[in-house]
């Protein structure tokens, strides 16, 4: 998370982050290792870079995302999501210890993202 802070201050100095930023931030860290571990089997093909991806058993983007797996039948890499609240104008990881599981979280996602189901 500090590099992608760094670089951010760097290159969109006094610009917000959204999102996206973080996104791309993940895709390109994804990509970047299957492209590696492709060229390291000697198979830098498509089909080479995408039985890396399978390969993908919880990749660690650095707290960006939660751990990602890529199976054969399953290319979506995770269903879960890293929650973040606002403490004293500073982001920091919501603590899912204090989750009372009322749903309002749920209820007021803007793009439905966030469901409740039962453990």
Not at 23 to 30: A, H, K, P, R
Not at 67 to 76: A, C, G, N, S
Not at 90 to 118: L, Q, R, T
Request: with cysteine; proline share 3%; glycine share 12%.
């Amino acid at each position: 998370m500090k590099k992608i802070v760094e670089s951010h201050e760097k290159w969109h100095e006094g610009e917000e982050g959204t999102n996206v930023y973080v996104e791309g931030w993940v895709n390109i860290l994804c990509v970047g290792e299957a492209l590696i571990m492709a060229a390291k089997a000697g198979n830098l093909t498509p089909g080479g870079i995408r039985d890396a991806f399978e390969q993908f058993r919880n990749f660690d983007t650095g707290g960006l995302a939660p751990p990602l797996t890529f199976t054969k039948t399953d290319h979506r890499g995770s269903m879960a999501a890293k929650i973040y609240q606002v403490k004293d104008g500073k982001m920091e990881g919501f603590d899912y210890e204090h989750c009372k599981g009322c749903g309002i979280c749920a209820s007021i996602c803007p793009v439905k993202c966030i469901k409740m189901e039962k453990e």
